[in-house]
């Protein structure tokens, strides 16, 4: 498939750290919430297994930060999710399903709770800012609303707690899994998550001060050579395989929670209110027609770039393949795709046209 380049404008920003990436090297982009975001430098394959080795340094600023305040904060972050935030503290990563009033999927954000009334909605890609606009004005919320200007650095891979322990201290080695805390660096100080879009471990440092962002961005790559460190982008061979979903691309507002395998955020049970809670108790009671599933396809190549059908024996079509990717680890592709329930079943067999091929494929699990 021929590429084209992305035309950069007020439309599509870069990000503070766009000019050193591209010095690095960078080879292509994609557009993820009005920004650029990095896809790879050499190529998915090689950065995949210097991931799994070694430890990158992602710009993810792409990843935008809807900031809450006010008396009626709580309320209103609660309206939007389906999950129990009731009782939310701060240094506490919540991964927490937004939906509509239908159950419907809006976005999959990590929301922080820094103060009593100031939340932080750490989005995928999704215009979050004017759906939680629309709600507050329609309830009349006493509300602030607005995207901090905050952009995130991630630093994934198995060698990257060594490194931020050498950059950040001793600490940091503590911070567990989705919890964040505050670390200073050359006398700033920076909101860091044990989090990111990675299996193999790692930190995102948020960043309200683009001179000091810019100069630890440089000190990365001088404290890094021993750790081998590499600028990186989110790999698609490896999200996949380890079963991180992608908002836009693996579901979306035509999917609801339980259909994604999110059903210990859908807390319906208890006596918070959120938009949709009703329709979710109802497909909860129906159960779903549909769920996400690991799949593994004959194959060495794949461009998708839309939902492709997948068919049975029998030539009925099944399922929607949404993300694929060719795996060197399974030498074979992998991919998440949308199957009919009567389907899930591990090593379901199915056949799929890539390419103008038809090649045959098998269900299985998330992660893969």
């Known amino acids: 498939m021929k590429n084209f380049p992305i035309a950069k404008s007020k439309r599509v920003r870069s990000t503070p750290f766009s000019e050193r990436i591209e010095s690095q090297g960078v080879k292509a982009y994609t557009v993820y919430n009005h920004m650029l975001l990095p896809t790879f430098f050499t190529s998915l394959e090689e950065e995949y297994n210097h991931l799994k080795e070694h430890v990158q340094l992602w710009d993810v600023s792409v990843q935008r930060e809807i900031e809450i305040s006010g008396k009626d904060s709580s309320e209103l972050v609660q309206l939007m999710t389906c999950r129990d935030l009731s009782k939310a503290k701060p240094g506490i990563c919540y991964y927490s399903p937004l939906v509509d009033l239908y159950g419907g999927l809006i976005n999959d954000p990590l929301i922080y709770k820094l103060e ?32 901090a200007k905050i952009d995130t650095l991630a630093v994934q891979g198995p060698k990257s707690l060594k490194l931020m322990e050498k950059i950040f201290g ?117 159960g779903i027609k549909k769920k996400l599933m690991g799949v593994k396809i004959e194959g060495k190549s794949v461009n998708l770039t839309k939902g492709l059908p997948i068919l049975d024996l029998k030539s009925n079509e099944i399922g929607e393949l949404r993300s694929a990717a060719y795996s060197p680890k399974f030498n074979k592709i992998v991919g998440i795709a949308m199957v009919k329930k009567d389907y899930c079943n591990i090593e379901q067999k199915f056949k799929i046209e890539l390419e103008n091929t038809l090649v045959s494929g098998e269900i299985c699990n998330l992660p893969i």
């Open 116 to 147: 009593s009334n100031i939340w932080r909605v750490c989005i995928a890609d999704s215009d979050v800012l004017l759906f939680a606009k629309g709600i507050a004005e329609a309830r009349n919320l006493n509300v602030k609303i607005f995207e």
């Open 170 to 286: 001793s600490k940091i080695v503590d911070l567990k899994f989705f919890r964040y805390d505050f670390f200073e660096f050359k006398n700033n100080k920076y909101l860091i998550s044990r989090s990111g879009y990675s299996k193999q471990g790692g930190y995102e440092i948020h960043i309200d001060n683009l001179k000091a962002g810019l100069e630890l961005y440089d000190y990365f790559f001088k404290a890094g050579n021993e750790f081998n460190l590499k600028p990186g982008a989110p790999n698609l061979i490896e999200r996949i395989e380890g079963g991180l979903l992608s908002y836009g691309n693996d579901m979306d507002i035509g999917d609801n929670p339980f259909e994604c395998g999110f059903d210990k955020y859908v807390n319906l049970e208890s006596d918070i209110i959120f938009l949709g809670k009703e329709n979710l108790k109802k497909i909860k009671k129906e």
